[in-house]
């Protein structure tokens, strides 16, 4: 039986820009958080480095405009960039106010510790030791448990969002979501004036991710089926530095480590770097990530070093106590010995079109994070960018909602849920089948480094895996695992034309058919021509 609930706003996803989102709309309205898991689950609480934003006098909104520009291969919208990094000061501020603790100055309490990542010129990056993400979402999710007017559904996937059109009226608009219970297997429906999609990004396309929950594709997957434009969907960042090691597959090693001199080796002990950039480890991610492939493939080993063992072992331990803790507790000392690293999916630097607010294409659809395209990182995404651009973006667009809700009808009556069509399979194998060969085509052949004729080559299995996918999803019953399938192969194909469209090298996209960068920047831009998102044109715009 489909359980019902309303609020004035839905928000699906429950990391840093879904729940600043939700509590800078819930002294003003009703509004409902949907979580995959608990609540402080996702990206956001594995973030280990930091957030950037300008609060040292020798730094300037003009020096980090300009390194993140720089750092986004020309594809970056420079008013987005900065509309965000001038916020940059009033959202750390925003973050302390709601319990967030950042780390200090040693001996002087009263200015926070600034480190260094790739691609920025000065030391910028605001972090709570190594495990920052962990800070800023225990603080928000305890203030979101604390506030009467949120509502928590934990271990809630979202199904798909609900449309209406309104009498008389030229556009449709979203008014709710179905929502499969996790625990009970129940679908719930989920009504509301308005939907924001806080569910982050599709690393999980790919065989190697930093991200061992979420990450999914979903809100993109949503989003497209709605009818919603995609944009720069072939540009996934691959962070140069995850743990190699049997048992933390998906552990990341923070970009801090080489901001604070870590140095990358080949295996016999040679620094590498310094042949590929004259920034060396301090370089964009991609110009690392690539430097590592190149030298892998090149000497045929499974991964490089990350050797931070020359500085103070007190020094590592105060600056790093968990990777220090974590890798110890793996066998690796790292203030004794380099850390086995390779380079996995981590972050998508496309998504859902979005405007100034973060309005998507469908009324009343908001889209904040890494879910959406908002121009802040182009072909490239700097490091410790990623929340900044969440608190922003969730708090502007929480401030537009509220300036309009009010002028927004409540959601007409929608059917309950009908699963009497539908069984239990017997070939639950074939989902984990498909989820295998999705992800490993992906690295493969959509990887790092591509060719027209390795995209060829997974468009056609993308396809084929596309049908499968949906006629298991009309004829069984749906899971948490299969639902996250149907969503990864609508975006993996997306991803897929994306990249075949592009033809240069640019930012994260690098092609050995087209190693030149072209000198016109376009985005690619997706557009579905019917609401089942099964036909799209591009445009490059």
């Known amino acids: 039986m489909t359980e019902n609930h309303y609020h004035d706003v839905l928000i699906i996803g429950s990391g840093a820009a879904g729940l600043a989102a939700a509590l800078t709309l819930a002294d003003h309205m009703s509004v409902a958080v949907l979580s995959k898991t608990g609540i402080t689950s996702g990206s956001t609480w594995w973030a280990q480095g930091g957030i950037a934003a300008v609060l040292d006098d020798k730094d300037s909104v003009e020096s980090h405009l300009n390194d993140t520009l720089v750092a986004g291969a020309g594809l970056c919208h420079p008013n987005t960039v900065e509309k965000v990094v001038s916020h940059g000061k009033e959202s750390i501020e925003w973050l302390q106010s709601m319990g967030v603790e950042f780390t200090k100055i040693e001996g002087d309490k009263d200015f926070l510790h600034l480190t260094r990542e790739g691609g920025h010129s000065h030391r910028r990056v605001i972090h709570n030791q190594d495990q920052t993400g962990k800070a800023v979402s225990s603080s928000l999710s305890d203030r979101v448990l604390e506030h009467k007017n949120i509502e928590v559904f934990e271990n809630r996937i979202a199904i798909d969002l609900l449309r209406q059109a309104d009498s008389g009226a030229t556009k449709v608009r979203c008014n709710g979501a179905y929502a499969l219970d996790l625990e009970s297997s129940d679908v719930e429906l989920h009504q509301a004036k308005i939907v924001v999609l806080a569910t982050g990004g599709a690393s999980k396309a790919y065989l190697y991710s930093t991200s061992p929950e979420g990450a999914s594709g979903d809100g993109i997957a949503m989003a497209w089926r709605a009818g919603c434009r995609v944009a720069n969907m072939e540009f996934n960042q691959f962070h140069p530095t995850c743990l190699y090691h049997p048992q933390a597959r998906s552990f990341l090693l923070t970009e801090a480590l080489r901001g604070e001199g870590a140095v990358l080796k080949l295996p016999d002990g040679e620094p590498f770097m310094q042949r590929f950039d004259e920034r060396a480890e301090l370089a964009p991610r991609d110009v690392v990530a690539r430097a590592i492939d190149h030298e892998m493939k090149r000497l045929g080993c499974d991964n490089v070093f990350l050797d931070i063992s020359h500085r103070p072992a007190e020094f590592i331990k105060q600056h790093f106590p968990f990777i220090y803790e974590a890798c110890l507790g793996l066998g690796i000392d790292i203030t004794k010995e380099p850390m086995p690293v390779v380079p996995a999916a981590h972050y998508t630097c496309g998504g859902v079109v979005v405007d100034e607010h973060g309005q998507t294409d469908l009324m009343n659809l908001y889209a904040v994070g890494e879910v959406s395209f908002t121009g802040m990182h182009g072909a490239n995404r700097m490091a410790s960018n990623s929340l900044l651009e969440c608190i922003v973006f969730a708090r502007f667009s929480a401030q537009h909602i509220c300036q309009n809700i009010d002028q927004i009808p409540a959601p007409d009556y929608v059917k309950p849920w009908d699963a009497s069509q539908v069984t239990h399979s017997d070939e639950d194998v074939v989902i984990s089948h498909n989820w ?76 050995l058919d087209y190693p030149e960068l072209s000198s016109i920047a376009k985005d690619t831009i997706m557009v579905p021509i019917n609401f089942a998102g099964q036909d799209m044109i591009i445009s490059r715009s």
């Open 436 to 511: 295998d060969e999705l992800r490993r085509f992906m690295w493969d052949y959509v990887g790092i480094v591509r060719t027209d004729k390795r995209l060829r080559r997974a468009l056609r299995r993308v396809q084929l895996l596309n049908k499968e996918i949906q006629e298991y999803y009309s004829n069984y019953r749906i899971s948490n695992d299969l639902i996250e399938l149907r969503n990864l192969v609508v975006v993996a194909e997306r991803i897929i034309i994306s990249a075949m469209q592009r033809k240069e090298s640019r930012g994260l996209h690098y092609s």
